[in-house]
């Protein structure tokens, strides 16, 4: 889900009219709604013309994701690092903290004999550490990770701009892994909910319009 932004959708519309002219006589990032009107008409027919550094606009808006998605995912995702930014909750510091359940797995997807495992190793851990045996207490430790499925959800704040958001759209939309299109879906409804005028822009900018079925 959308957690904050978009932000930098003007001051990238400054940019565009200073490549044009229109802008360069202002002394600040300030111009007239008649231009801003005008630069937004070329910025949506540069975001989708053809061949490169057109769309180079986009990296100047940015969006703050707050996503929930398994381990699995999260290895493809970790493709894209121009434009992004990552911060996760670490497993070094919480698969130990609370027993393992089914919500902690997509779809809640996973065996109950993996299950029980995890929280058998985890309980060997907790052991070890009271016991302050830090040979047992790693190598439990390195058990647990070695166990712990592809499954396992992982939260992580990412901030993306609008050009990398747009290339996974154009790359992953019709991707095999459904979860490309639950975080695609989930961009496009958070900002049709947001509604406003930086919202609408941006869905324009990323999204074709058969992308209507993402809500």
């Known amino acids: 889900q959308i957690a904050a932004g978009p932000f930098g959708t003007y001051e990238a519309l400054f940019g565009i009219g200073l490549s044009y002219g229109l802008t360069s006589g202002y002394d600040t990032v300030r111009m007239s709604s008649e231009i ?8 949506e027919a540069l975001a989708w013309k053809e061949g490169g550094g057109h769309n180079k606009f986009l990296e100047t808006i940015t969006l703050i994701l707050d996503v929930d998605a398994p ?8 493709t894209y690092r121009v434009g992004i930014t990552k911060q996760s909750e670490s497993t ?7 027993p393992f359940d ?4 997509m779809d809640g997807d996973i065996a109950g004999c993996i299950l029980d495992e995890l929280n058998k190793t985890r309980a060997n851990y907790l052991k070890a550490e009271e016991k302050g045996d ?59 909910t947001q509604s406003d005028e930086n919202s609408d ?15």
């Open 36 to 43: 801003k009107d005008r630069l937004k008409k070329v910025a």
């Open 71 to 78: 381990r699995y995912w999260w290895q493809e995702f970790d």
């Open 92 to 98: 070094i510091h919480t698969i130990t903290k609370r």
């Open 102 to 105: 089914e919500l902690d797995f």
């Open 134 to 192: 830090e040979r047992m207490k790693e190598f439990y430790f390195r058990r647990l990770k070695c166990y712990l499925p592809e499954g396992f959800l992982q939260r992580r704040v990412v901030s993306a701009n609008a050009k990398c958001l747009k290339n996974i759209r154009e790359q992953r939309a019709n991707h095999k892994l459904k979860e490309w299109r639950i975080f695609l879906g989930s961009i496009y409804q958070g900002l049709m």
């Open 201 to 215: 822009f941006l869905i324009r900018l990323i999204f074709r319009p058969e992308d209507v079925e993402f809500t």
